[in-house]
C-alpha cells in the first residue's frame, strides 16, 4: 500500500510550512511547491502516489491556482483538489473544493 502524498502550492513561506507541517502531522507525506510552475512539473512526473493538491489561489508566478487545479485534474482525474484563497471563492473547476482561509 502506497503511502498518500500531497502537494501543497503555496507562494507564502510561512503558510505553506504551516499547512505542510498540518498535514505531516496527520500522517500524510508532503511535498512543497512556492509555486505553480514548479508544480506543475511535479505532477507531470509524479504517479499515482500523489493523492491530493492543496493550493492556494494566488500564487504570484505565471500561473494561478485555479489554472493549476485545472491541469492537475486534467492529468490525474481522480486527484483530491483543495484551493484555498483569503479572498473570495473563485470559480473552481469540477470536482475540487474550496477553503477560506481564517
Given amino acids: 500500500m502506497s503511502k498518500f502524498v500531497a502537494l501543497v502550492v503555496e507562494n507564502d513561506p510561512f503558510q505553506r510550512e504551516c499547512l505542510a507541517d498540518l498535514l505531516k502531522g496527520e500522517g500524510l507525506e508532503v511535498l512543497e511547491c512556492a509555486n505553480g510552475e514548479v508544480a506543475e512539473l511535479v505532477l507531470a512526473t509524479t504517479g499515482p502516489e500523489l493523492r491530493a493538491l492543496v493550493t492556494d489561489v494566488n500564487l ?39 477553503l477560506m482561509k481564517p
Fill in 60 to 98: 504570484g508566478g505565471e500561473m494561478s491556482g485555479v489554472e493549476l487545479a485545472q491541469y492537475a485534474k486534467s492529468r490525474l482525474p481522480g486527484l483530491n483538489v483543495v484551493m484555498v484563497s483569503g479572498h473570495g471563492p473563485p470559480t473552481v473547476p469540477h470536482d475540487t473544493h474550496f
